[in-house]
């Protein structure tokens, strides 16, 4: 059964880097057409989409977070990464990590991991 | 970035009404719109994908139209498990982007 979890620091200094882990169980996350992406969620607001990798490494991101976002992708342990530098507190929120499909009838993030809270505070 | 915009922020129905949100898009998307219903402190979850098509396992009391600019998600007969807040998200061009939401509570 498919699963994702996200792993990481849930309090951050401002200023330091977050760094999340996502973890993939029941799925190769090196399957063609499948996408990996990262999303937040400060609390009590919407969603904002970080960006998504490949397995093969590439990597799309979202231009507002471009210049702080880094993100990897380890096939032998079937797993991505995501590291923000410099965070104050507007990068407080609820991350998720999630699968995104993509074919021409399907295009959707259609698994998601069950959220982590991270704090960045001092 | 495309702007998606919907109405209305919350919306407060009783059970088996028929409820509508709408999702504007800042310039045409053709057909390219998810709906997401994310219950309190759970994940969201893929509704609709492709403005219409109903993602498996998803009640039939779900449905959404639309296309250009303007989108719809409508619940037929609302039931108590339908309290959510849910979010269209466009993927007509990169960056992703979602609404602001529309919370859905039972009067």
């Known amino acids: 059964q498919l699963q994702l979890e996200e792993s990481g620091p849930g309090l951050v200094k401002p200023s330091e880097t977050l760094s999340l882990t996502c973890t993939v169980s029941?799925?190769?996350?090196?399957?063609?057409?499948?996408?990996w992406g990262w999303i937040r969620q400060p609390p009590g607001k919407g969603l904002e989409w970080i960006g998504a990798?490949?397995?093969?490494?590439?990597?799309y991101y979202n231009p507002s977070l471009e210049s702080r976002a880094t993100m990897s992708v380890d096939t032998s342990k079937n797993q991505f990464s995501l590291n923000l530098n410099s965070v104050t507190a507007a990068d407080t929120a609820v991350y998720y990590c999630?699968?995104?499909?993509?074919?021409?009838?399907?295009?959707?993030?259609?698994?998601w991991g069950q959220g982590t809270m991270v704090t960045v505070s001092s | 970035d495309i702007q998606m915009t919907q109405s209305p922020s919350s919306l407060s129905a009783s059970v088996g009404d028929r409820v509508t949100v709408t999702c504007q898009a800042s310039?045409?998307?053709?057909?390219?719109l998810n709906w997401y219903q994310q219950k309190p402190g759970k994940a969201p979850k893929v509704l609709i994908y492709?403005?219409?098509n109903l993602q498996t396992g998803v009640p039939s009391r779900f449905s959404g139209r639309g296309s250009g600019t303007d989108f719809s998600l409508t619940i037929s007969s609302l039931q108590p498990e339908d309290v959510a807040t849910y979010y269209c998200?466009?993927?007509?061009?990169?960056?992703?982007?979602f609404g602001g939401g529309t919370k859905v509570e039972i009067k």
């Open positions: 999630a699968r995104y499909y993509d074919t021409i009838e399907f295009d959707a993030f259609d698994t």
């Open positions: 029941g799925f190769s996350i090196t399957t063609n057409d499948y996408y």
């Open positions: 990798i490949y397995y093969s490494g590439k990597t």
């Open positions: 310039q045409d998307i053709e057909n390219s």
């Open positions: 492709g403005a219409s």
């Open positions: 998200q466009q993927y007509d061009d990169l960056p992703l982007t």
